[in-house]
């Protein structure tokens, strides 16, 4: 799959949002996770 | 037959020594370590599948990729409340805390992932169904799971005895687990807005091969990490419920 260039891709042919909306949400929520259950 | 070999062969591995909270304590901390490694090992190849090697659907364009995310997600949502349902059942019939501390530890990850798979629903709707949100048997059942799993987790906060506060929330989970068939079979049962089975133990899958391998491995990559992560909860749980006991360093 080549996107040709970064913009494209950041872009998601117009989707942008509704991707990128869906994975930092993920990423958000992984990471809160993962730090809420550090050791001391 | 089959059943007392298992037995046996699980006493030469002393499994049953891991049924305390004691002993189960530091291999939670080892299992957590493996099971992180193991996701992102199924996460890195999965996310580059997902966005270098699956091409562009022809109807939803670049719009699809959430996939990769969303399905993974819908599918722990649904596996996580078995799970947890299973652990809070042994829980209460054979009255043993570390079952009920791990149906505790897995709520809260179960419901973060029936969270994401909502979230990502919505924002793959939007631009494909033309709406965040329809009520349709699909989307309303696994909303219904998120009430169960807060539900649960409400429940116990509410209940000040620990002991009280499982075998209370283990009839919850208990009876909330007919949901998850609900919401599987829901795309058969009902008119669905949501699209039906893709994916399914009976049949060959209806999806183009890169797809499917991104999604296998991202679902794959959050089958560990809720592993890993729920080791590292029930850990916490154990510190926090067994902090009087005395083998812990307080």
Redesign the interface.
């Known amino acids: 799959m080549d996107w040709g260039s970064l913009q494209n891709f950041i872009d998601m042919g117009g989707y942008g949002l509704y991707v990128w909306g869906s994975y930092l949400v993920t990423l958000l929520a992984i990471a809160i996770e993962t730090f809420s259950l550090r050791e001391p | 037959m089959i059943c007392s070999q298992t037995l046996q062969l699980l006493h030469f591995m002393r499994f049953w020594k891991y049924s305390t909270p004691q002993n189960f304590y530091p291999a939670a901390k080892k299992i957590a370590a493996v099971f992180f490694v193991l996701a992102i090992c199924f996460g890195i190849p999965g996310l580059y599948v997902g966005?270098?090697?699956?091409?562009?659907d022809h109807q939803q364009?670049?719009?699809y990729?959430?996939i990769f995310?969303?399905v993974p997600?819908a599918w722990m949502s649904m596996f996580i409340y078995v799970v947890m349902a299973f652990w809070a059942a042994v829980g209460l019939i054979l009255n043993t805390r570390l079952s009920s501390m791990l149906a505790q530890a897995l709520a809260?990850?179960g419901a973060?992932m029936t969270?994401?798979a909502l979230?990502?629903g919505a924002?793959?709707g939007?631009?494909t169904w033309g709406t965040w949100w329809v009520w349709d048997a699909r989307l309303t059942s696994e909303l219904v799971l998120l009430f169960l799993y807060v539900g649960f987790m409400a429940l116990r906060a509410s209940i000040e005895d620990p002991r009280r506060a499982d075998k209370a929330s283990a009839i919850l989970a208990i009876v909330g687990v007919v949901n998850v068939p609900i919401i599987y079979f829901s795309v058969k049962w009902w008119n669905t807005l949501h699209q039906g089975a893709s994916v399914s133990l009976t049949k060959a899958p209806s999806m183009a091969s890169d797809m499917l391998l991104g999604m296998l491995l991202m679902a794959l990559s959050f089958w560990m990490?809720s592993i890993a992560?729920s080791m590292?909860?029930v850990?916490?749980i154990i510190r926090d419920r067994e902090r009087n006991s005395g083998w812990l360093n307080n």
């Open positions: 966005f270098f090697v699956a091409p562009t364009g670049e719009a990729r959430i995310i969303h997600a809260p990850t973060l969270f994401l979230w990502t924002f793959w939007r631009p990490y992560v590292l909860r850990r916490k």
